[in-house]
């Protein structure tokens, strides 16, 4: 059996270390190849990865019409709901294992973590096309178990990436996090195509069989010996238990009041955030006769990776006030989803969607960044993680509330308003962050800030980004991008 290096889990350890708090050490002496043919394998592995998991998250406002349609023929009471919480609890559920599947890796390894999270969707996939039409057993196989698969293979598909580079880095998480986006431009097409030709049964076993090529990249991940990274586990025989804990939850981040001011808009902002990227096909067949429903969803993926990529760019830029920016985000954001429902254009539509999708990447990009500002290299990965766990609810919940609304009043007026209202909210509240003072340390900016800006300027997603289609089960990534984070992400 080979041995891989182990990856460092004592996130709080105050060892010095040229990269902490689960990123890589590079020792004095040895590094990363930073190429060959092998590094190369495992960046089209961790892109193929990125794509296949979001591509597929992004892409269930799809699934969600078909099944919101079933529930509504058998009777369940507020189909809308029903039917949207089962693409919202993967992304939260997604989100909410962000800090633990990053523990996961220095305990499981790389590998077995991704091969584990890719075998637990295909699973719950395939056990979902057994069960299109019991909307609860749906909520486990596709809301939670396919979420937990994402989750623990999206964080070794970016950690990997450490043990391959040093001096590209930076690019290449950028490249690699933009295959959500790629995926997603494609996905709901052929996703709907299925759909019509087989029915949704055949759309989760056929995805199941996709789903099968994130087993097959997880088993590129094997770390490089002698590439300088060192995984220690967490010793059973002295603090194993307590040694988890404290790589789950940071209590030192929370005494940072700029942080903690940020980490609580989140979750406001993110309320309703998701809510049109849910919703948006459903809206678009009630007002829209003859176009083409995916073309919204693709635009927003294509303007995502887009502005992933230049905030991500300007958030290196000396001077820039990256709060300030994610404020605008959700500013802009906030007023163009109250806005949506009294459209009646479908190419001003369009527009709209290109725009959402723009400061949507803005937004996942300046996660990263902003962590780093805020808490320096020793406790961002932690932070980002905590921030999305504390988030994964109220996404959760918003979308399953503004279908709950659209059931009642048969409109989605009132739930792209109140959805629109919730990130102008949580911007404002983010001005209080100027009125604490910044305590903290003064840390070099080391590969941590390369691998955190790229990481996040891609998807948080969780949140990965596709909100055009009405569905952008992330970022995130996701993220998630947040998953990696929080080990060796």
Same mark, same amino acid.
């Given at each position: ?15 010095? *270390? ?21 590094? &190369? ?27 919101? #349609? ?25 989100? @909410? ?9 220095? @305990? ?27 909307? &609860? ?9 396919? =979420? ?12 990997? +990436? ?12 950028? +490249? ?49 010996? =002698? ?18 804990? *404290? ?12 942080? +903690? ?46 502005? *992933? ?5 300007? #958030? ?14 959700? &500013? ?21 969607? +290109? ?29 980002? =993680?905590?921030?999305?766990?504390? #988030? ?7 979308? #399953? ?75 995130? =990534? ?12």
């Amino acid at each position: 059996m080979d041995i891989e290096p182990k990856e460092d889990s004592d996130l709080l350890s105050k060892t010095k *270390r040229a990269e902490r708090n689960g990123n890589l050490r590079h020792e004095e002496n040895t590094g990363p190849p930073d190429g060959g043919i092998r590094a &190369y394998f495992v960046v089209m592995g961790s892109f193929f990865t990125n794509g296949l998991v979001f591509g597929v998250i992004n892409s269930y406002s799809v699934i969600y019409t078909v099944l919101e #349609a079933k529930l509504r023929a058998q009777g369940v009471l507020n189909s809308e709901s029903s039917a949207s919480l089962v693409g919202s609890l993967t992304f939260g559920t997604t989100f @909410i294992l962000s800090p633990v599947s990053g523990v996961l890796t220095g @305990i499981l390894g790389l590998r077995m973590t991704a091969v584990l999270g890719g075998s637990i969707a295909v699973v719950g996939l395939f056990i979902s096309s057994f069960n299109v039409h019991n909307v &609860y057993v749906l909520y486990f196989t596709y809301g939670i178990m396919y =979420g937990v698969g994402a989750s623990l293979a999206y964080t070794p598909s970016l950690a990997i +990436l450490g043990h391959y580079f040093k001096t590209n880095l930076g690019k290449v998480n950028g +490249l690699v996090t933009v295959g959500s986006s790629v995926f997603t431009v494609f996905m709901p097409a052929l996703m709907e195509y299925i759909i019509k030709k087989h029915g949704l049964e055949w759309l989760f076993r056929i995805l199941s069989l996709i789903t099968i090529g994130i087993v097959l990249c997880g088993l590129l991940f094997k770390p490089v010996l =002698g590439s300088g990274v060192v995984v220690e586990k967490p010793s059973r025989q002295k603090d194993g238990c307590a040694a988890l804990f *404290r790589s789950i939850i940071n209590v030192e981040i929370y005494k940072n009041k700029k942080y +903690l001011m940020w980490a609580l808009s989140m979750p406001v902002a993110l309320f309703g955030y998701f809510v049109p990227y849910v919703h948006i096909k459903k809206f678009m067949e009630e007002n829209f006769v003859g176009v083409n429903y995916n073309l919204p969803l693709q635009s927003i993926a294509i303007t995502s990776g887009i502005g *992933r990529l230049t905030f991500g760019f300007l #958030a290196d830029r000396p001077g820039i006030d990256k709060i300030l920016l994610q404020q605008i985000s959700f &500013y802009i954001i906030g007023s163009l989803t109250i806005i949506l429902p009294f459209v009646q254009s479908f190419p001003l539509l369009i527009v709209i969607a +290109l725009a959402m999708g723009l400061f949507d990447g803005a937004f996942i990009a300046l996660i990263g960044p902003i962590a780093f500002e805020l808490c320096a290299s020793a406790h961002a990965a932690q932070a980002i =993680g905590c921030m999305l766990g504390m #988030a994964a609810t109220p996404i959760c919940v918003g979308p #399953a509330i503004g279908g709950y609304l659209y059931g009642i009043y048969q409109s989605y007026t009132l739930p792209f308003v109140l959805a629109g209202i919730s990130p102008l909210v949580g911007a404002t509240m983010m001005f209080l962050v100027r009125f604490f003072k910044s305590n903290r340390s003064q840390e070099s900016i080391s590969t941590v800030h390369v691998s955190l800006n790229s990481t996040f300027g891609n998807t948080f997603g969780v949140l990965q980004m596709s909100i055009g289609d009405g569905n952008r089960f992330s970022s995130s =990534g996701p993220f998630a991008c947040l998953l990696s984070s929080c080990n060796k992400k």
